[in-house]
């Protein structure tokens, strides 16, 4: 199968590092592409970021259809664009946010989040309370570093996790972190070993969910509210959308 993973900032170091991390944890024959918008924001750090990042996945999904991909993952922990990206595919579409709630549940009863800058802790929050989470997640915490930190100064921001994630530890009786930022798709490892907890990052974890959605002959419900969209002209930039009619791509029949 082939997996789309999709970096919504514009930053290709991040993405080259998110796509590395993806295909080491991919299952043999799970073909792992890792792309970014051609426009957009270098870093998501804002809700102004996240809506303007959110058309860059929607072009990558559209792109994504035309090459006959499996399915999605939005690797961005505010997983802009997911329902949207849903409606134009009927691959599955797995954003690292829920995924990362989701295997965090299965392992334990309280988690918290360690993200980047403190202002978008609040989007993560409104995620808990969409998908469901909130009773699960004790606190979202910030290292209070910019996301591109994680680039250019690895080891600072490095340091600054750990420390966050051990106040966690010892403050938030948890039995596990989620890291909140697609930008440490590598650091589950060495943060684990540091804190002596389950560290969960989102795009391993959603890379594992959706080879278990594709595994099952599952895929986006087109019944409801993730139906295609109805085609309609668009006007100015995105005219290009306009009578955008679905792939008719059929998917492979439930197991
Ligand atoms: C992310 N920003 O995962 C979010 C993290 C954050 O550019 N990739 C980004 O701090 O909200």
Same mark, same amino acid.
């Given at each position: 199968m082939q997996i789309r993973v999709i970096n919504p900032n514009t930053t290709l170091a991040m993405t080259t590092k998110i796509g590395a991390a993806a295909q080491r944890i991919a299952a043999p024959g799970t073909d792992v592409v890792a792309t970014q918008p051609a426009s957009g924001p270098v870093s998501i750090e804002s809700h102004f970021d996240e809506a303007i990042s959110a058309v860059g996945v929607l072009e990558e999904v559209l792109a994504g259809e035309r090459d006959g991909v499996d399915a999605y993952v939005i690797a961005c922990f505010g997983d802009p664009g997911l329902l949207a990206a849903r409606e134009l595919t009927r691959a599955p579409v797995i954003g690292i946010a829920e995924a990362a709630f989701h295997m965090a549940a299965l392992i334990s009863t309280r988690f918290s989040i360690v993200t980047t800058l403190g202002r978008t802790g609040i989007i993560a929050e409104h995620l808990l309370e969409q998908y469901g989470f909130r009773h699960h997640c004790r606190r979202v915490r910030a290292a209070e570093i910019p996301v591109l930190d994680l680039e250019e100064n690895g080891e600072m921001a490095l340091n600054r996790i750990i420390d966050e994630c051990r106040r966690a530890r010892d403050? $938030?009786?948890?039995?596990a972190i989620v890291l909140g930022?697609?930008?440490?798709? $590598?650091l589950t490892g060495e943060i684990s070993r540091a804190v002596g907890l389950p560290v969960i990052e989102g795009v391993t974890a959603a890379v594992k969910l959706a080879e278990a959605v594709v595994g099952l002959g599952l895929g986006t419900?087109?019944?409801? $509210?993730?139906?295609?969209?109805r085609p309609k002209a668009f006007t100015g930039q995105?005219?290009?959308?306009?009578?955008l009619t679905p792939t008719g791509r059929e998917l492979p029949k439930q197991k």
């Open positions: 403050e $938030d009786n948890i039995g930022c697609g930008g440490m798709a $590598d419900s087109k019944q409801g $509210d993730l139906a295609f969209p995105f005219e290009h959308f306009s009578g």
